[in-house]
């Protein structure tokens, strides 16, 4: 069993500031890429931020410059540094994984988490 658990979401004022965090924890060998994604009501889920073990990034357009995605590999944990925050920018974010796990033996499997709301309003 794999568990990826978020927090940091919460309700802040439009131009502030939140960290999300996503910690992994259970049957790991390797954690592969990582990712954010978020969904607001009545859209599609969207990638936000992916990053890999080496740790190259990527951005949606909507939040480059914006948004900083990091990853300690050592705590299996995936950050995501969201600054200029827009009401745009209100979902539901999720992390995802890309993990080999120890049972089954090396079985490469997507692993999320349940979601960090954040909300955006002044």
């Known amino acids: 069993q794999v568990q990826l658990v978020e927090s940091g979401g919460g309700l802040v004022q439009p131009g502030g500031s939140l960290r999300l965090s996503c910690a992994a924890s259970g049957s790991i060998a390797i954690i592969y890429d990582m990712g954010w994604y978020r969904q607001s009501p009545g859209k599609q889920r969207e990638l936000v931020a992916s990053?890999?073990?080496?740790?190259?990034?990527d951005y949606a357009d909507s939040v480059e410059g914006r948004f900083t995605i990091s990853r300690d590999n050592a705590k299996n944990t995936v950050y995501l540094q969201m600054n200029s925050l827009e009401p745009e920018d209100t979902a539901d974010y999720s992390c995802n994984a890309r993990i080999a796990t120890t049972q089954p033996l090396l079985k490469i499997m997507d692993f999320w988490g349940k979601g960090a709301p954040v909300t955006v309003s002044s």
């Open positions: 990053i890999t073990r080496s740790g190259t990034t």
